[in-house]
């Protein structure tokens, strides 16, 4: 798989993955944002092979963990909707 289509595979895997990211997912185009689709897309892959071979179950579980802290990256990665400025921490008066 190229690096481009590697890319849009895991935008749409986390896409579906993080549904209430999805249209901040699907218009994303930061090159940080991009190499983490990327990154997830070729965990998910590697995990899935394994767990397929059943190699390994103690690496399966650890790729599972890959995936599970590159949704949290990007989490971070997408900006926040202006409308949650009502709901920060510290709002004026």
């Known amino acids: ?14 896409a ?5 990211m999805r249209t ?3 218009q994303a185009h930061d090159p940080w944002q991009l190499e983490l689709f990327e990154a997830y897309q070729m965990a998910v892959e590697a995990r ?3 767990r397929r071979r059943r190699f390994n179950l103690k690496l ?3 790729y599972d963990e890959t995936c599970v802290e ?3 990256h990007v989490m971070g990665a997408m900006p926040l909707p202006t409308s949650t400025t009502a709901s920060s921490p510290n709002p004026r008066p």
């Open 1 to 14: 798989m190229t690096r481009s289509n590697r890319r849009e595979a895991g935008r749409r895997r986390l």
């Open 16 to 20: 579906m993955r993080l549904p209430q």
């Open 24 to 26: 901040l997912i699907m």
């Open 48 to 50: 899935d092979r394994l």
């Open 60 to 62: 399966v579980r650890e």
């Open 70 to 72: 590159i949704e949290q």
